[in-house]
């Protein structure tokens, strides 16, 4: 079984600044990791995605997310925001096995003040 | 190319009716997905297609969920008897997961906004 621990539900920012949303996840099997973006009324998009190899992942939009296993986490940063960062961010896992479905963490509200 | 499309975008129901919700996903892909989303429970999975091999129906909540997914493309999620408690954004998502040419990752569509009033 699979879980994602995303604390808080909101981080706000001044723009220019340093951006972290944090990510622990559960996982019995080695994971693969994610972090989608969700804009408002709109669905989720990749920002990146840990399968294997280098553990540090670079995504879209400037993100990049660095995976440690031996603290069980997948945190996402980025050095600078920009307004249009502003969104919610959801980190999820999957299994290696023939269960794809996602495990999604309850989501993280970013606001970037100006 | 296409993304995943869903339809409809908003659909307001009466408690106690039937509602139909359709995906279409990428062309090719060969993985489907329902997911829910909702203020209370966040983003929770409900069914799983993969090529001709039956399904995982393993996060349905109850028995008045069902899904098909036709010639391996269209899917269809259907809720019996609405209630309020069916109030939600259902997720649609696709992936290409085949042997070595999985990628991992799932493709979401712009939801169906479900109100049961």
């Known amino acids: 079984a699979q879980s994602v621990t995303q604390l808080g539900s909101h981080v706000s920012v001044s723009e220019g600044a340093l951006v972290l949303l944090r990510c622990n996840y559960s996982s019995s099997v080695p994971p693969y990791l994610f972090w989608y973006v969700q804009y408002p009324n709109q669905g989720l998009q990749l920002l990146l995605k840990y399968t294997t190899g280098a553990t540090l992942v670079k995504g879209i939009n400037g993100f990049e997310a660095e995976f440690k296993k031996s603290e069980t986490s997948f945190h996402l940063t980025k050095p600078s925001a920009h307004m249009s960062d502003a969104a919610e961010y959801f980190c999820a896992v999957r299994g290696t096995g023939a269960n794809s479905k996602l495990t999604f963490g309850k989501g993280i509200t970013l606001s970037v003040r100006p | 190319g296409a993304g995943v499309s869903q339809s409809p975008s908003n659909k307001v129901t009466e408690k106690g009716k039937d509602v139909e919700l359709r995906c279409d996903p990428i062309?090719?892909?060969?993985?489907l997905y329902w997911y829910r989303q909702s203020l209370g429970q966040g983003l929770e999975f409900l069914i799983y297609?993969?090529?001709?091999?039956?399904?995982?129906k393993s996060g349905l909540p109850s028995d008045r969920f069902s899904a098909e997914r036709t010639g391996g493309s269209v899917s269809t999620l259907t809720i019996q008897r609405t209630q309020q408690e069916d109030s939600a954004v259902y997720l649609c998502?696709?992936?290409?997961?085949?042997?070595?040419?999985?990628?991992?990752?799932?493709?979401f569509g712009p939801g169906t906004r479900l109100t049961v009033t």
């Open positions: 297609f993969q090529g001709n091999s039956a399904p995982d």
């Open positions: 062309s090719g892909h060969t993985a």
């Open positions: 998502a696709s992936s290409l997961d085949r042997g070595g040419r999985t990628t991992y990752e799932q493709y």
